[in-house]
């Protein structure tokens, strides 16, 4: 099995930052693609950023230029750095991570973290 554990969530006032951390463990031989999705109430969850094993990023549109998506291979941990929060950023933030069990298949697994809310004020 793999864990998942976010970290770095809260409350912020409009126009702040803050730093998501997501540090996997457990039954690993090769992180691929790592990522963060949100889900604000009443809505779908979806994608913010992802970025592969070679370090190419992805982003949705509305955080482009505000968001920056990171990660550490030897600590196996992905990071989201948010800046110029705005009250519509708020939502659920969930890490997700593609992970090869084994090194003797090919096959992978997709794991999430359990969440951690981020709440931007007005």
């Known amino acids: 099995q793999v864990q998942l554990v976010e970290s770095g969530g809260g409350l912020v006032q409009a126009g702040g930052s803050l730093r998501l951390s997501c540090a996997a463990s457990?039954?690993?031989?090769?992180?691929?693609?790592m990522a963060w999705y949100c889900q604000a109430p009443g809505k779908q969850r979806e994608l913010v950023a992802s970025?592969?094993?070679?370090?190419?990023?992805n982003y949705a549109d509305s955080v482009k230029g505000r968001f920056t998506i990171s990660r550490d291979n030897a600590e196996n941990t992905v990071y989201l750095q948010m800046n110029s929060l705005k009250p519509e950023d708020t939502a659920v933030y969930y890490c997700?991570?593609?992970?090869?069990?084994?090194?003797?298949?090919?096959?992978?697994?997709?794991?999430w973290g359990q969440g951690t809310q981020v709440t931007v004020s007005p």
């Open positions: 457990g039954r690993i031989f090769r992180l691929n693609t």
């Open positions: 970025i592969t094993s070679g370090g190419s990023t």
């Open positions: 997700y991570a593609d992970v090869r069990t084994a090194w003797n298949t090919v096959r992978t697994y997709g794991y």
